[in-house]
């Protein structure tokens, strides 16, 4: 087991694990949203490369434990043609992560499988990309924020804009949350954006994250060192 590139095979979506020999498949679906083909894939890897069973991730991944290194290439190329995509680790942009919304909830107010699948294609902001540290996105239905848009990178939850005459639905943003150790809360901007309006803006954070956060950074401590002003401004929300 010398000379492998474990970096690589983590951002494949091989994790190691504790155990000598043995990786983790980590899968994930846009919108968190398998299909019976999908499962039913994942079920036969479990059964022909793993120990028989899956684990569910916090982020909506679905996980197989106990792939033997020797069997990845195989198990990449049975994952391909099924059509299901690999999760990732290190530094790099998790799977974004959001609930049903206004696609079955009945406390949902906006449409959050659309906006997650226009976060991956029309941005390209998308689970894998390289990035300084880890870096999350939640999107939540509405503000019971049930995928607790608070301690993510950028979380975004569904939103009535009472000032607004019509009560339009918009969305709130939390930036600079994160979990972990040190867990942080986002700050909560004040504003109910639009959809256009949230999706410039999830641009912008993530260019000026990648462009200005030193490795290993998060951008909570980004915007911590740098004091939250110069932080709005560099992302386009106060004046320069
Ligand atoms: S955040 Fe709101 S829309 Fe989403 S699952 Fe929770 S209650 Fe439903």
Same mark, same amino acid.
Request: net charge positive; proline share 14%; glycine share 0%.
């Given at each position: 087991m010398e000379n492998i590139d474990y970096d690589a095979l983590k951002k494949r979506g091989f994790l190691r694990q504790k155990q000598e020999g043995f990786f983790v498949l980590r899968t994930r679906m846009s919108e968190g949203v398998y299909k019976k083909e999908h499962l039913e894939k994942i079920s036969e890897i479990a059964q022909k490369f793993g120990r028989g069973f899956a684990h569910i991730t916090v982020r909506q991944g679905i996980e197989v434990p106990f792939i033997k290194f020797e069997d990845i290439p195989q198990v990449e190329a049975e994952l391909k043609l099924a059509g299901i995509e690999a999760g990732t680790s290190g530094p790099r942009l998790r799977a974004t992560t959001c609930c049903p919304g206004n696609n079955w909830c009945k406390q949902g107010l906006i449409d959050t499988f659309s906006l997650a699948e226009r976060i991956e294609k029309e941005l390209g902001i998308k689970c894998g990309l390289d990035l300084p540290h880890k870096f999350k996105i939640a999107v939540s239905g509405? #503000?019971?924020?049930c995928t607790r848009p608070?301690?993510?990178?950028i979380g975004i939850h569904g939103q009535i804009d009472t000032d607004s005459p019509d009560r339009r639905i918009g969305y709130a943003v939390y930036l600079g949350g994160c979990g972990g150790r040190d867990p942080k809360s986002g700050f909560k901007l004040d504003k109910i954006f639009t959809d256009e309006e949230v999706l410039a803006l999830l641009k912008r954070v993530v260019d000026y994250y990648k462009d200005?956060? +030193? #490795? +290993?950074?998060r951008l909570g401590l980004l915007i911590e060192e740098g004091g939250k002003d110069k932080f709005l401004r560099g992302i386009g929300l106060a004046p320069g």
């Open positions: 509405c #503000p019971n924020a608070q301690w993510s990178e200005k956060a +030193r #490795p +290993r950074q």
